[in-house]
């Protein structure tokens, strides 16, 4: 038997302030918000993917263990554009061998690590 399809994805995270996370994903990085739900806010990454964060008390300070990748032959440009809006970067955009990709790492305001990222190995996406 095979699995039923799956129409999107949505991937959500806790947030201890909601606001500057709002603030961050819409203004900073221009994600379109498509659902507002009072305590958790959805955003849309791709046509079918979705990131969304919830006001949470027990959110962790630190998180750790997490990777929110955008992946975007336009790695450059976007360090360029958040670099313009006052983003500070953990690493500047830069090739790494060992998995055939072009990235670079930030944090969001709550610690989550985004990483934007580039795949040069041409087996990805055949």
């Known amino acids: 038997m095979s699995h ?3 129409d999107q994805q949505i991937t ?3 947030t201890r302030d909601l606001p500057t996370t709002a603030h961050f994903y819409e203004e900073i990085m221009g994600l ?3 659902l507002d739900q009072g305590s958790c806010r959805i955003y849309q990454v791709t046509e079918d993917g979705y990131i969304g964060f919830c006001q949470r008390a027990e959110a962790p300070e630190k998180p750790q263990g997490v990777i929110l990748t955008i992946v975007t032959e336009k790695v450059d440009l976007w360090h360029q554009v958040l670099s313009n809006q006052g983003v ?3 690493s500047l955009p830069k090739l790494n061998p060992e998995y055939k990709i072009y990235h670079c790492f930030l944090r969001d305001p709550n610690g ?3 990483e934007i990222q580039k ?3 041409p087996a990805w996406g055949a």
């Open 32 to 34: 379109p918000l498509v």
């Open 12 to 14: 959500f995270l806790y």
């Open 119 to 121: 795949f040069l190995d």
């Open 4 to 6: 039923p399809p799956i």
């Open 112 to 114: 989550y690590l985004i």
């Open 88 to 90: 500070a970067f953990e």
